[in-house]
């Protein structure tokens, strides 16, 4: 299975600003996902972190939000643009590892305030 | 597009109980049916998965089972213990979509 990081753990930020979450993998994967959590709810897949192309939205989802990065196999970024209170939720990024299976990563914990 | 339906939202159980928890999905070429388990601040974590190439998985308590014709896969725990209390989430179908999960508490 991969071993997945993110940074940060969590964050506190002010409305209006952007925080950008990083996820490292220690292992070449070809997917990489981006989900939200809010608080006591289940996962939703904000987009598809595509290698060397524009990240696949959902959705309810747009770039301009949610920019997304891939630089190569092993590492991708996700900004939370323009924050509101709205935006507090936790942030995960996942991986699959063989055909289907995701490994996600530790999240990071999101306050707007 | 994929639609899960996870139910029950909430289930308490004794410990030594079983315990089910059941998805319905949508999209009849689904061929993947993965299980994870949440821990309070905890991320995701893949307890079982099946293909629909079979019908029943077993994994020491957990076990998972397939019905394709009437489109619903089952998580089985049996003799629960008070380290199962979790949420639990179905995925539907090698879609990326989750249900929206079930808490269960194991009382001892």
């Known amino acids: 299975s991969a071993v997945i990081s993110q940074k940060p753990s969590r964050d506190i930020c002010q409305r209006g600003t952007s925080l950008t979450i990083q996820c490292q993998v220690d292992s070449q994967v070809t997917m990489m996902f981006w989900y939200r959590q809010q608080p006591g709810q289940s996962l939703t897949l904000i987009a598809t972190a595509n290698q060397g192309s524009e990240a696949t939205y959902e959705s309810g989802f747009v770039i301009d939000k949610f920019p997304i990065s891939r630089p190569n196999l092993t590492f991708s970024t996700l900004t939370v643009s323009n924050m509101s209170p709205e935006d507090s939720s936790i942030y995960l990024c996942?991986?699959?590892?063989?055909?289907?299976?995701?490994?996600f990563g530790p999240g990071t914990r999101l306050t707007v305030l | 597009g994929e639609n899960v339906e996870q139910h029950p939202s909430t289930l308490s159980v004794q410990e030594g109980d079983s315990a089910v928890i059941k998805c319905t999905y949508s999209d009849s070429a689904s061929n993947y049916f993965p299980w994870y388990k949440q821990e309070l601040g905890k991320r995701p974590q893949l307890i079982i998965d099946?293909?629909?190439?079979?019908g029943e998985k077993k994994d020491q308590r957990i076990a998972v089972t397939l019905n394709k014709t009437a489109k619903h896969f089952s998580l089985h725990i049996t003799e629960t213990q008070p380290e199962d209390s979790a949420v639990y989430f179905c995925?539907?179908?090698?879609?990326?979509?989750f249900g929206a999960g079930t808490i269960l508490r194991v009382k001892s």
């Open positions: 099946i293909r629909s190439n079979v």
């Open positions: 995925e539907g179908g090698n879609k990326l979509v």
């Open positions: 996942s991986v699959t590892s063989g055909p289907d299976t995701q490994y």
